[in-house]
């Protein structure tokens, strides 16, 4: 097994995406012998809760399983559209919940790891609903609907997050140079990795670097952490 550490974010896995399931079950396939995989939020489209029976959640889980029994550490975060992913989903695939945000220390280098939603304050609509989303009353209400009945409510919900992006300014859904600032400092470190905006590159804030993840969409994305220098990659998907 090599020290070797990937982080990727917002797969969006769906079933009207085959593709990306498949470029996620090679890029597994491929670095098998690394010590951790970091996932940081929206690995699914959306997530309606552990007790999902669809085809695509059996999928992935095999995948994440096998996976985790060849060796590497597996850490899933919560996105904007699977935060009601839980215990029950870990320990099927024998990952580990990291909660967002989450400090780690890798290679000698102090990381701050987070979805990069909770960054995104100019956008204070999603603000106000993230905060709802997250309240264990309103996730235990949720929870309590039939399967039917939350895939429903998750369409819609998705349906109106799309309508109301489409409508919003662009710097409105990026994060604030304030709020990162503020979040570097409090958590004591000079690196931060989070995913959500969907504008991957590097970025030298005040408090330190700033690396942003992409979307697997029309390509992939993954940070590698090897020998103490981080790299962000971008690769075809749909080889």
Request: some cysteine; overall charge negative.
């Amino acid at each position: 097994m090599s020290d070797r550490c990937f982080f990727i974010s917002d797969l969006h896995l769906d079933e009207s995406r085959p593709y990306v399931t498949e470029a996620l079950s090679r890029f597994l396939d491929q670095r098998r012998d690394a010590k951790a995989l970091y996932i940081l939020g929206d690995l699914f489209e959306f997530w309606i809760g552990d007790d999902d029976d669809a085809p695509l959640v059996s999928h992935v889980a095999r995948m994440l399983e096998d996976y985790r029994q060849s060796g590497p550490d597996v850490f899933i975060m919560h996105g904007n559209r699977d935060f009601l992913l839980g215990e029950r989903f870990m320990a099927r695939v024998g990952a580990q919940l990291l909660p967002d945000p989450s400090v780690v220390e890798i290679q000698g280098q102090r990381l701050l790891l987070m979805h990069g939603d909770s960054l995104c304050t100019r956008d204070t609509d999603y603000q106000a609903f993230r905060t709802l989303a997250r309240d264990p009353d309103w996730q235990a209400s949720m929870l309590a609907q039939s399967l039917e009945a939350r895939r429903e409510l998750a369409q819609h919900l998705r349906k109106t997050s799309q309508d109301a992006g489409s409508r919003k300014a662009t710097d409105i859904m990026d994060v604030t140079e304030r709020d990162v600032v503020i979040a570097m400092e409090q958590a004591h470190c000079e690196t931060l990795v989070h995913g959500h905006t969907h504008r991957p590159a590097r970025h030298e804030d005040t408090a330190g670097t700033r690396w942003v993840l992409g979307d697997w969409d029309q390509s992939g994305w993954y940070i590698e952490l090897a020998d103490g220098q981080i790299q962000l990659v971008e690769f075809d998907i749909k080889q």
